[in-house]
Each structure stands twice: as structure tokens, then as C-alpha cells.
Nanobody
Framework: VQLQASGGGLVQAGGSLRLSCAAS????????MGWYRQAPGKQRELVAR???????NYADSVKGRFSISRDNVKNMVYLELNSLKSEDTGAFYC???????????????WGQGTQVTVSS
């Protein structure tokens, strides 16, 4: 599967963005999908995940501000970013997860991420 994230940009603190993840080469409708954020100089971290039936889970740092969704017909996953903070700045990537566990691992090659920059 190939994954392509898009929708990032430069936004002021408090603003919003909607990220999209397009999957090609494989049907992701039965897969757990996740969005990762990699802040400058830091490791990539999982910030949101969604099950094949739409259950969601978020990192504490984004809970209440980010919303993950999916369109299984279009083979797409989305991440709505609201009330953005400067610490949200980073590259965002989507990936398939090995399961629903907190210890689930990314399964696909990392595609091109999309950069989110929040100015204060």
C-alpha cells in the first residue's frame, strides 16, 4: 500500500486544518489506521487512530482538538486539527497499524508526510 498525506500548511495558533491520507494499491477498509506527528528533533508519535468500524482513540496531547475519520469507499483517512498550538508543529504521516493495541506498530512504508506549521 502507498500512503500520501496532504492538507498541511501554515496556520496561526487557534486555527484549523484538515489533513487527508490517500491509500492506493490496497484496500484499507478493514485496517486500523493512524496519524502520526513528528515534531522537529523528536520521534514520530501516534496521535490518533481509527478502527475499521470507526472507533477512535487519541493521544492526550490532542484529545478534544483533533478528530480522525475515514471514508472506506474512497480509501481515505482524514484528520481534523482544531485549536492548533505551536507545539503541534511538525510533519504528519498516516499509516496502517498492526492492531488496536496501545503497542500497535506501523505496517506500511512511510509515505510523504504533510507539514503543519503553527505560528504563535
Amino acid at each position: 500500500v502507498q500512503l500520501q498525506a496532504s492538507g498541511g500548511g501554515l496556520v496561526q495558533a487557534g486555527g484549523s486544518l484538515r489533513l487527508s491520507c490517500a491509500a492506493s494499491g490496497s484496500d484499507i477498509s478493514r485496517k486500523v489506521m493512524g496519524w502520526y506527528r513528528q515534531a522537529p528533533g523528536k520521534q514520530r508519535e501516534l496521535v490518533a487512530r481509527i478502527s475499521n468500524i470507526g472507533n477512535t482513540n487519541y493521544a492526550d496531547s490532542v484529545k478534544g482538538r483533533f478528530s480522525i475519520s475515514r471514508d472506506n469507499v474512497k480509501n481515505m483517512v482524514y484528520l481534523e486539527l482544531n485549536s492548533l498550538k505551536s507545539e503541534d508543529t511538525g510533519a504528519f504521516y498516516c499509516n496502517l497499524l498492526s492492531g488496536w493495541s496501545n503497542f500497535a506498530s506501523p505496517m506500511a512504508s512511510w509515505g510523504q508526510g504533510t507539514q503543519v506549521t503553527v505560528s504563535s
